[in-house]
């Protein structure tokens, strides 16, 4: 078993549906001739099989095997619908594109609409990533499947028509065989076989499912993006099991909770808690973890990366030089397993049972180690800072301005909101107590944050971008912050919306939200609950701190 196997068992335990669109498909497939008598051809034969060979590839038949298809696609656990868009090519593409946000695989035709080269696909696969771009982007697998063998004028007609084409995100690139983009987008190229079982790499109907599937794990690519996809797939796969726990019986409780809240909207974050609690419930008891996040799953992962088995390269600073220490696969495994306390002194190196270079640096202490650890599977130090941005991001907030899903459902100033102000380019966090969000005059308690460059800060938020990179910023909460700490007008809550509403400015594409002065603030982030408590906490311990003269020889810390 390798880590292509974890990505398909993923994926195939994720994906439920399957679009396929194509203008001729059938229920049977065509059976061959009857071989005719063999005899030398004339020169009218000649002409004739000329004038064969000029018909252009766009009028050639290629008809689908929809049943084959359809029955391979049942046994695999999918759901799969054939569409046929003769005589409702005006609206087929909004049709198809409404539906895909559902479907999981999409597979199109290229010739269609009588040998439109591409043209209904091209518009088709435009819909499609309009509609995920309105959602805030999504993972999306598209396949032409064509008997069609100009795979890289396909490509590269469809990457052109995307990249001219208004309101999709990312710019789409050709890299070898696929399309992509930064969007999580993955567009490929297969051949019917039309039943030639001789035509070399082409794909049988029977044999699609499972090849788009393939081809679906690949944008997989990750350990942790596998265990979302079966994490997500385990929800799916219990939703009528926790639907069945939530009868009408319960609604008198949930009434009786509600009435009893000063402030009844809280009851509605309630609701939705309690659902997701038993969602959890029932992921936990499907042992996700110890199908995709063990040791050997670890190393199937470690052992698909390009510097494996022996370069994977630790890269640390001393002295103010970047150094560099090369380890074995099983050395990496060794520290994951035992941890950094564990690894040996430098006078047990030989433990270590890897033989190093002579011109290579010394091994690093351990503080290196636990410092630099991210660099032995990132090319640069700067790539490894990033990642390590981004992954203490998706760890602390619970929603951002990243998230164009809050252009529809706007977020809420609250306790661990994160703003910043255009005014004196500062930054700063929001430690309201929640209960008093919801109600009285609007007045606000923030905190300031410093921007640091170092590796452990103690908030990432997202803040625009560096190019084609989010620009993540890293931020501390200063030492007795609350005697720098200062109270914002945002005007008395509405009781009938019962918060501060954040705001989208389409022009400047941000959030922000205005004081009762009118000064503007940049919504950046929502912290998640508990690490904006902890914060507050942290606050309130050094305001209630003690302190008392006392014997200055034996005073103790």
């Known amino acids: 078993m390798n880590f292509a196997d974890d990505q398909y068992n993923a994926a195939s335990s994720f994906a439920y549906t399957m ?25 009218r034969d000649v002409a004739a099989a000329k004038k064969v060979d000029q018909k252009p590839e766009a009028q050639r038949s290629h008809p689908l095997d929809a049943k084959g298809l359809i029955k391979s696609a049942l046994d695999l656990g999918l759901v799969c ?87 999709i995100a990312g710019n789409v690139t050709k890299t070898g065989d696929v399309l992509t983009n930064s969007s999580g987008l993955r567009i490929i190229w297969r051949e019917k076989s039309m039943g030639n079982e001789k ?61 009893l809240l000063k402030n009844s ?6 609701a939705v808690s309690i659902v997701m609690s038993a969602l959890k419930s029932e992921v936990d008891k499907s042992k996700v973890t110890s199908k995709y996040t063990t040791v050997d799953a670890i190393k199937r992962r470690l052992s698909q990366m390009p510097q494996s088995p022996e370069n994977f390269t630790l890269r640390y600073s001393k002295k103010d030089q970047e150094k560099e220490f090369k380890l074995h696969i099983d050395d990496v495994i060794s520290i994951m397993e035992r941890g950094f306390a564990a690894w040996p002194d430098k006078d047990k190196q030989a433990a270590v049972g890897r033989q190093q270079d002579k011109q290579a640096s010394p091994m690093p202490p351990k503080d290196a180690f636990s410092k630099s650890f991210s660099t ?46 255009d005014a004196d380019g500062g930054y700063f966090l929001c430690l309201q107590a929640t209960c008093d969000t919801v109600r009285g005059a609007g007045l606000f308690f923030f905190v300031p ?17 560096n190019g084609a990179l989010i620009n993540y910023v890293g931020l501390s909460v200063p030492p007795k912050c609350y005697t720098k700490s200062q109270s914002l007008d945002f005007g008395v809550i509405n009781d009938a919306i019962g918060h501060i509403p954040i705001c989208y400015d389409e022009q400047r594409e941000i959030y922000h939200v205005p004081d009762a002065n009118n000064t503007d603030y940049r919504w950046l982030a929502n912290l998640k609950y508990k690490r904006a408590l902890r914060i507050a906490q942290n606050m309130s311990q050094e305001i209630s701190r003690i302190g008392f003269d006392e014997f200055e020889p034996f005073r103790k810390g």
């Not at 921007?451 to 800060?457: E, G």
């Open 376 to 421: 032995l599977f990132c090319d640069t130090v700067e790539t490894a800072s990033f990642s390590m941005r981004q992954f203490s991001f998706l760890t602390n907030s619970q929603s951002s301005e990243l998230s164009m899903v809050h252009r529809k459902a706007l977020p809420k100033l609250g306790l661990g909101s994160v703003i910043f102000s």
């Open 19 to 43: 679009i396929v669109v194509d203008d001729e498909p059938v229920d049977d497939p065509a059976e061959p001739e009857p071989a005719l008598e063999v005899k030398t051809p004339g020169r």
């Open 449 to 465: 944050l410093e921007v640091v460059d170092s590796d452990t800060p103690d908030i990432v938020v997202p803040h625009g971008r």
């Open 81 to 167: 619908s054939v569409v046929n868009p003769t005589g409702d090519e005006g609206s087929i593409a909004k049709s198809v594109a409404k539906a895909s946000l559902r479907a999981d695989i999409v597979s199109l035709d290229w010739h269609m609409n009588h040998g439109d080269d591409g043209e209904l696909a091209s518009e088709i696969i435009q819909e499609i990533l309009r509609g995920d771009e309105a959602i805030g982007g999504r993972l999306r697998l598209i396949a032409i499947y064509t008997g069609n063998k100009d795979q890289g004028a396909i490509l590269e007609k469809i990457a052109d028509r995307l990249n001219a084409a208004e309101k």
């Open 199 to 259: 035509l070399a790499n082409a794909v049988s109907e029977t044999q699609l499912p499972k090849e788009l599937l393939r081809a679906f794990s690949e944008l997989s690519n990750g350990l942790l993006s596998n265990v979302a996809l079966a994490t997500i797939s385990s929800m799916r796969d219990t939703t009528h099991h926790v639907l069945s726990k939530f009868s009408s019986e319960l609604d008198g409780p949930f009434f009786h909770h509600r009435a």
């Open 265 to 270: 909207s809280d009851s509605m974050d309630y």
